[in-house]
């Protein structure tokens, strides 16, 4: 295989952290947000000491189309062209994510980006992106992060890279499940209807 070694992007704030990390085994790249822990929020950790709650992040990945729509939507927001990703009624994009559909373990969650409600103490603070957890109750975890003009940039690369990337994965994949014999059954089927 290959090595495409991608880095993930991290992103840190007072109140929660991002991590931007490409899977090329899955042929996916995840998206995490994790708070930051409780009291922690407005200061630096000793050394040896951790700022923010990894163990409660709120994780979506996506795929290649996916990650080129994050990619695209983080892009236009960066540049100011927000009427290119907002919805007829101004929303600006979301993601429904549900590993169970994909046979992972995990609950549904909503990953989107979304205006400050109020204007914002720093006029560099443009966008937020959220996760939120999809319960039944409607008692999900939500976790959101600011992001500022070049946050966006940094976004809007990462990912169309790991799209790319991911291209690449899932050729290797296919390679390697037709080395392992798993493409027999397509194969007897062709060589099946050919005969006929």
């Known amino acids: 295989m290959e090595k495409t070694f991608l880095q ?5 704030r007072a109140k929660s ?5 490409p899977s090329p085994e ?15 929020e407005n200061k630096m950790p000793d050394k040896n000491s951790k700022k923010y709650q990894w163990e409660k992040k709120l994780t979506a990945s996506f795929n290649f189309e996916g990650a080129l729509e994050v990619a695209a ?18 929303t600006l994009p979301s993601w429904y994510r549900d590993p169970t559909k994909t046979g992972r373990d995990g609950s549904a969650k909503t990953i989107g980006f979304y205006r400050p409600k109020d204007q914002p103490k720093t006029p560099k603070v443009r966008y937020f992106l959220g996760i939120t957890e ?12 600011s992001l500022e003009y070049p946050d966006l940039f940094k976004i809007a690369r990462v990912m169309e890279e790991a799209a790319l990337a991911i291209l690449g994965w899932r050729k290797e994949i296919e390679g390697r499940r037709a080395a392992n014999g798993h493409d027999r059954a397509a194969k007897n089927k062709t060589a099946t209807a050919e005969a006929f």
């Open 8 to 12: 993930a992007l991290n992103l840190y």
């Open 17 to 21: 952290a991002l991590q931007i990390s």
């Open 26 to 40: 899955l042929a996916l790249v995840f998206v995490s947000l994790a708070p930051a822990i409780p009291g922690m």
């Open 73 to 90: 939507a983080a892009a236009a927001l960066a540049q100011g062209r927000e009427e290119l990703v907002s919805g007829s009624d101004g």
């Open 134 to 145: 999809n319960k039944k109750d409607k008692q999900g975890n939500k976790i959101g992060i």
